[in-house]
């Protein structure tokens, strides 16, 4: 069960909003804590990625704990859809099922303005079904667009991420969080390794090929 500790501020490093919503946990594929707990934290996520204004205030919803529980099932199938195509595989089948369904019935609640030289739908800002009707669409438009090739994974804490890199090389969904863990990982493995390579076997050290 997640735990009720406090919630840490929310991260946006994953460079896709859709991604970022499916790291509102503390890890991946299991984790121990929701950062997500409430309905008033799905708003203040929002408010924090700009998905509504700052200063956004919720019309109080009979609906709400209702909304907040499909919200945390739609982050769930987002993972479900993302996690096995960072990880070069096809997303599962129930999973993305799920969110295009989702992502019809946003389209149907839009309201079509224009923007520039094209129309975009957009939702009313004042409900957590609207902001979820938003992450459903983002997501189909992340599945068709070829940037599908660039998510990966963090090989620390499992965190999903677009690879925005030069090289396309991410390894870690942070440099200051995972990145540094996994080097200080490996540089006490290196230590004990060297440690135990002059170590003396029956009082003799071991010589190059008694390493290997």
Partial sequence: ?????????????????????????????????????????IFEWAAASGVVPRDHRAVPDPGELQQFHAAIALRE????????????????????????????????????????????????????????????DEAVQLLRSPLTCRIGSCSGCGWLFLDTSRAHARRWCSMNACGVRDKMRRYHQRQADAHDAATPVNGEARSPRDQR
Avoid: K
């Fill in 77 to 136: 199938n987002l993972y479900g859809v993302f996690g096995p195509i960072a990880a070069g595989d096809a997303p599962q089948p129930a999973a993305l099922a799920f969110v295009l369904r989702r992502a019809a019935r946003a389209l149907q609640s839009s309201r079509w303005a224009r923007s520039e030289l094209r129309y975009e739908p957009g939702w009313p800002q004042d409900s957590i079904e609207a902001i979820c009707d938003q992450m459903a």
């Fill in 1 to 41: 069960m997640p735990s009720i500790a406090p919630r840490r501020p929310f991260d946006f490093g994953a460079n896709h909003l859709v991604l970022d919503f499916a790291n509102t946990v503390s890890g991946r594929p299991t984790y121990i804590r929701d950062d997500l707990a409430n309905a008033a934290d």
